[in-house]
């Protein structure tokens, strides 16, 4: 590896021409990166489109750009890649709709220089709405990774189950050694909805010692567009979201505790069901949110299940790839 390098941005896309411009324009314009060596690297993750010919024209005028093509489709697949390239011990991930204010880069390099123990530091997340959503979307902005919390930087505890998301994380390549080879998530497809593949490596940086911190100074917009706002996109979205969350609780768990830890989680999602349902009744199917809470909790109820039919799955095709 060439330590010569300070910091990589790393920007993993799938179809992203038209999108990356905005954030290629941002990263051109830092600040207070001249004592800093620092690359930018994509990550194309088998796009259709022609987001190699744009990135080759930027890379005309730009030789701290790179371009990398990853086939097999998922985030988890172009992160990893992304995390094989980068030159630099850190490694700042941004997605193709996330607009670094102008000290982004400056901000995470010293962030994680003052603290050496973090493995990972998310950022503060302002949405930016292609059109204003419902009034009470605030209940689950967080899911669409909004993360505004406050001014100070905040240490996420591990008893907590809170993580960052992985837009505009910032990972240590140290810490990133204790993610197996080989999660169980791996990013949604156009075939596979489960999720939260982020939450998944992070549990695992956690769990083995690394701190976590929000670092309000690292700072982006997430640009929403309207489509993100519809029932048609949200609901399957909560439902993979749900659909995961057997592998983001259970993470590190030994196989004796399982069974008790799988009972102790339904009971509680069933608990929630029920208080929801009394709480909104018939808004379920007029009220946005109360419908993406529910199917939430539904489909964490039955990720157990689910969970064990993909991994079946997964196996058989490995042994038997068509």
Same mark, same amino acid.
């Given at each position: ?88 011990? =850190?490694? $700042? ?5 996330? !607009?670094?204010?102008? #000290?982004?880069?400056?901000? *995470? &390099? ?74 169980? =998530?791996? $990013? ?5 909805? !489960?999720?939260?593949? #982020?939450?998944?490596?992070? *549990? &695992? ?118």
């Amino acid at each position: 590896m060439n330590t010569l390098v300070d910091f990589t941005v790393a920007i993993c896309t799938y179809n992203g021409e038209h999108r990356l411009p905005d954030v290629l324009e941002r990263l051109q314009n830092q600040l207070r990166t001249e004592s800093l060596t620092w690359e930018i690297i994509i990550v194309d993750n088998n796009s259709t489109d022609n987001t190699a010919l744009l990135v080759q024209k930027y890379q005309a005028t730009w030789p701290q750009l790179h371009y990398y093509f990853e086939a097999q489709q998922g985030a988890a697949f172009a992160r990893n890649r992304a995390i094989q390239e980068a030159k630099s011990e =850190l490694i $700042g991930f941004l997605d193709d709709d996330n !607009l670094p204010q102008p #000290d982004w880069v400056a901000a *995470s &390099y010293t962030f994680a220089q003052e603290h050496p123990q973090a493995g990972a530091s998310g950022s503060q997340i302002h949405p930016e709405w292609e059109i204003p959503p419902p009034d009470n979307f605030r209940r689950i902005a967080p899911f669409l990774a909004i993360t505004e919390r406050g001014s100070l930087p905040l240490l996420y505890e591990e008893r907590k189950k809170l993580l960052p998301p992985s837009a505009g994380l910032v990972v240590r390549r140290q810490a990133w050694l204790a993610v197996p080879d080989e999660c169980v =998530l791996t $990013g949604r497809t156009t075939n596979q909805m !489960l999720t939260s593949e #982020d939450l998944e490596v992070l *549990s &695992y940086i956690q769990r083995a010692g690394w701190e976590i911190w929000y670092n309000p100074k690292q700072e982006i917009y997430h640009k929403i567009p309207r489509w993100r706002l519809q029932r048609e996109y949200l609901i399957p979205f909560f439902r993979g979201i749900g659909l995961s969350r057997h592998v983001t609780r259970t993470v590190g768990v030994q196989s004796w505790q399982m069974p008790l830890l799988i009972i102790l989680y339904a009971a509680n999602d069933l608990r929630k069901i029920i208080v929801h349902l009394l709480k909104y009744r018939q808004q379920i199917k007029t009220d946005l949110v109360a419908g993406c809470e529910l199917q939430l909790m539904l489909s964490s109820l039955v990720s157990p299940i689910y969970i064990r039919k993909y991994q079946r799955q997964a196996r058989k095709n490995k042994i038997n790839p068509a």
